[in-house]
């Protein structure tokens, strides 16, 4: 199975509504997976892997007012023995006062250095995202509950002004003012230090996110660049 390869664009155009599409097909065809609570080292400025807190240290950017609103509301319906922030929820809420600076829109408040949403290791109610684990609890998909950048990491999608979306990995450089000081960039192949890497699964990623995938780029692209990764027959 292809593991790390840099960065190679495939075109796809939509043939329900002509979407153009610029896909890093290195990364779909490759065996990245979420290593999150199997060795995954945070976000941080040092490797942290014992606080389990993968991507969700700066708290969860939303899309938009429709999906803060959302979220503020499924926060206060969650589960107590599910959520271990809930009296904080409570009282103060879930989201920040002030817009932030990805494009002036809204984020989940960072409560003892994560996400609100985020249940520390050993909680009762179950480790990581409230939000994942109370859609679960509910027989639904937690990408109807968690913030749309929360469910699409690793992928990014970056739109050109002739329409044109890019759907690629996220890069070092994507994390901003914060990039000179991450430590571990699970995208990456090649780790600071020996750190490992995420390019350890046993299935590519058009398969292993196919629902995400179906969700950026709808049915029609999602089975092509998951039928390119299966076993060429002559």
């Given at each position: 199975?292809?593991?790390?390869r ?8 939509d ?15 490759s ?43 499924l ?8 959520f ?11 989201l920040?006062?002030?817009p ?16 609100i ?10 480790g ?21 950048l929360?469910?699409q990491?690793?992928i ?5 002004q ?5 759907v690629?990995?996220?890069?070092r450089?994507?994390?901003g ?11 990456e ?24 995938i179906r ?7 999602a089975?092509?660049?998951h ?8």
């Amino acid at each position: 199975m292809p593991s790390y390869r840099a960065e190679q664009f495939e075109e796809f155009t939509d043939p329900v509504d002509g979407t153009r599409w610029r896909i890093d097909v290195a990364f779909t065809d490759s065996n990245w997976q979420c290593l999150w609570g199997n060795g995954c080292q945070g976000i941080l400025d040092v490797p942290a892997p014992e606080l389990g807190q993968g991507c969700c240290s700066e708290g969860a950017h939303l899309l938009g007012e429709d999906e803060a609103m959302l979220i503020d509301a499924l926060g206060l319906t969650l589960d107590p023995t599910r959520f271990e922030n809930h009296a904080e929820a409570a009282t103060n809420g879930v989201l920040r006062d002030a817009p932030t600076n990805l494009d002036g829109g809204r984020a989940t408040r960072v409560v003892n250095d994560a996400c609100i949403f985020h249940n520390r290791p050993g909680f009762s109610g179950g480790g990581g995202c409230a939000l994942y684990l109370a859609a679960l609890d509910e027989n639904e998909s937690p990408m109807d509950w968690r913030p749309t950048l929360c469910w699409q990491v690793p992928i990014r999608i970056d739109e050109d002004q002739d329409g044109t979306k890019t759907v690629r990995r996220w890069r070092r450089s994507d994390w901003g003012e914060h990039a000179d000081g991450l430590a571990w960039c699970c995208t990456e192949h090649s780790q600071p230090g020996g750190l490992p890497s995420a390019y350890v699964g046993e299935v590519p990623v058009a398969v292993s996110l196919r629902s995400e995938i179906r969700g950026i780029v709808g049915p029609e692209i999602a089975q092509a660049l998951h039928d390119r990764t299966l076993p060429k027959t002559r």
